[in-house]
């Protein structure tokens, strides 16, 4: 999902994320091949129910406290109007594309073309950059109302950041996941990751190195930890409908992140009924990142922690 400004090669972008009472932010650089290294970075609370110009305060506090050496950022969107589908079109010809995912947009949204945000990403093979004239095109459609990105990015904007990029949070931590454990995705190998916030989750397929099948869900009423058979039925439609309509490479294991309730009675039921090896991943605990020595925790705001997990996979935008 973009909200594209100026070209944003070689620029040093910070990645921001606003959403359940939350603002974490987070700049991370590549050492070596693998390496990841976590520079600046941090999170800080507000009331669910606070005004824009209280969002605002928090995020400038934020940066100050985190000591940010940049204003450029790259944001995660969360509406709950956001549109996230799998679409697949035998035969249409590249230059058809934009049309007919402006008419699932459309229906979907229920809204005008002009009041529609709209983006996608095209599932093709890394050593094939060029889609042909006759593919079979498929990959993610992310539509959303235009009023809900010009909200977020006149909040960024007033607290004196400069937004150049907007995606949302499936294809953020799919982004994280590959760049930490790629060569656990592969032709013969698919791995569903699933990352809970506090009211939501992303569900995603990883496939083929790094075609993407989402699935995005949200809780209503309560946190997932009183809400998990809901969240299985969700999981177990997902990998249904994948190994139905979208591809045949069997899904070898589930990974919970993000915001995974610490009862193992949760895990547990997850595990026995979707019948797959069922891990909990920290990315800031994975072997290939690294915390640099000038990040300060405390016991009260350690950045260990899962209100982290998506603007981590944001900041990428600078590696």
Known sequence: MAAREPSTRNENIAGINISDGVVSVA???????KKIVLTHGGWIDYAPDATDEEIIQAIKR????????????????????LCLKY??????????????????????????PEEIALDW????????????????????????PKKAVNR???LLKRAGLFPVLTDVGCTS?????????????????????????????????????????????????AEWASKV?????????????????VDKTPVT???????????????????????????????????????????KSSRKKDVVSPLMTTCLGLGLRNT
């Open 121 to 144: 990403h095209l599932n093709r093979p890394k050593d094939d950059p060029y889609t042909h004239l006759g593919e079979q095109l498929h990959g993610i459609l992310v539509a959303v």
């Open 62 to 81: 934020i940066w100050k406290i985190t000591k940010m050496p940049t204003r450029t950022v790259c944001s995660g969107l969360h509406s709950r109007a």
């Open 173 to 221: 931590i799919c982004n994280l996941y590959l760049a930490l454990r790629g060569e656990r995705v592969n032709p013969n190998n698919a791995v569903c990751v699933v990352n809970l916030s506090r009211f939501s989750a992303d569900i995603s397929i990883l496939y083929n190195e790094h075609y993407i099948y989402p699935r995005t869900i949200i809780s209503r009423s």
């Open 87 to 112: 679409f697949k079109y035998p035969d249409l010809a590249p230059r058809e594309l934009n049309s007919a995912l402006s008419l699932e947009a459309e229906e979907s949204l229920q809204l005008p």
């Open 253 to 295: 294991q589930l990974v919970l992140t993000g915001f995974v309730p610490d009862d193992p009675v949760f895990v547990g039921q997850i595990h026995d009924t979707i019948g797959l090896p069922t891990e909990v991943w920290s990315p800031l605990r994975d072997e290939n990142f690294v915390i640099s020595h000038g990040i």
């Open 152 to 154: 977020q990015l006149n």
């Open 229 to 245: 058979q809901y969240l299985i039925e969700n999981i177990s439609d997902a990998l249904l409908y994948y190994h139905v309509k």
């Open 27 to 33: 700049r991370l650089i590549r050492r070596g091949r």
